[in-house]
């Protein structure tokens, strides 16, 4: 268990195994302890770190709303790194932590061996844009108004986690507990700083051209807001691969995480082997010809 310094704030973070590191990025509605199933999993052969973002104790929750922002929670998994010592590592994050996960390779390319983004999509369509980050602020009036316990019956129960609920209620009920502690300082804060008014990922596009590390981009089929998004990935980032879990909802890795950890072993392993190859472009060509030219 560490603290790292971080810009007006502390992160706590937790480290097991041996290996080339893996830093796990949670996502807006969970903490550290998602990521349990596949850091069980992957310490076996991997350095796991994961850590609480900031807002999310027992790391700190500045009340300085500028002190949150997408380019900060970026530069957060830059201060893990930098914490441990560390050069690079592969960055693997949920939701939120995806977002932060690709932006941190875009910021630090050379401090990226790979990242892994599992459900990145919500409010990133052009045409959900402002909705969101209106929806964003209520959602944030509401932690401040009603508290962490109350936010927590309405969230866990949203659309996109039914699918959790259904598959395994124990684990939903373990999740939504999670999300009753939160601080409501904290997810007030990020979702106003870092939700609300992150930068949609087509505006992206060309930052995104230019992330030349191996990349996974995982999804659940049911997860609507994430497909569109995730196919512009999939397309957009030069060593994308793309995997697609049927009737998954949004809590991936918590709804499937047997195949979850198998598809991100396989990746991380490609990757050390240097087997994962950039992308040919295919576009333009004839799909019945392309081999006779």
């Known amino acids: ?57 027992p790391s700190g929750v500045p009340d300085n709303p500028q002190l949150y922002s997408q380019e900060i929670a970026a530069r957060d998994i830059n201060s893990v790194l930098r914490g441990y010592a560390l050069d690079s590592a592969h960055i693997v994050g949920c939701s939120m932590g995806a977002f932060a996960a690709l932006h941190h390779a875009i910021l630090f390319p050379d401090a990226t061996k790979s990242i892994t983004l599992i459900s990145c ?93 191996p990349a996974l981009i995982i999804f659940g089929d049911e997860d609507d807001w994430c497909i569109e998004p995730s196919i512009f990935l999939k397309r957009t980032l030069p060593m994308a691969g793309l995997c697609a879990l049927p009737k998954t909802g949004h809590t991936v890795n918590l709804e499937e995480p047997e195949l979850t950890n198998r598809v991100i072993a396989d990746f991380l392993t490609m990757v050390e082997n240097r087997s994962w190859s950039k992308k040919t472009d295919y576009l333009g060509k004839s799909a019945l010809l392309s081999g006779l030219e």
């Open 1 to 57: 268990m560490d603290n790292i310094d971080a810009k007006g704030t502390q992160l706590y973070a937790e480290e097991v195994g041996c290996g080339d590191p893996v830093i796990f990025v949670h996502e807006f509605a969970d903490n550290i302890k998602s990521w349990s199933p596949q850091i069980s999993a992957l310490s076996r052969r991997f350095r796991c770190i994961a850590f609480n973002a900031r807002g999310y104790p």
């Open 121 to 213: 999509g919500y409010g990133a369509a052009k045409d959900q844009e402002a909705a969101y980050s209106e929806e964003a602020q209520v959602l944030a009036a509401k932690y401040s108004e009603l508290g962490s316990v109350k936010m927590a019956e309405h969230y866990a129960n949203g659309a996109f986690r039914q699918q959790f609920k259904a598959k395994d209620p124990l684990g939903w009920r373990e999740f939504k507990t999670r999300l009753s502690q939160h601080s409501e300082v904290g997810a007030a804060l990020t979702m106003r700083g870092v939700q609300a008014k992150r930068p949609s990922l087509y505006d992206l596009e060309e930052d995104i051209k230019r992330v030349e590390v």
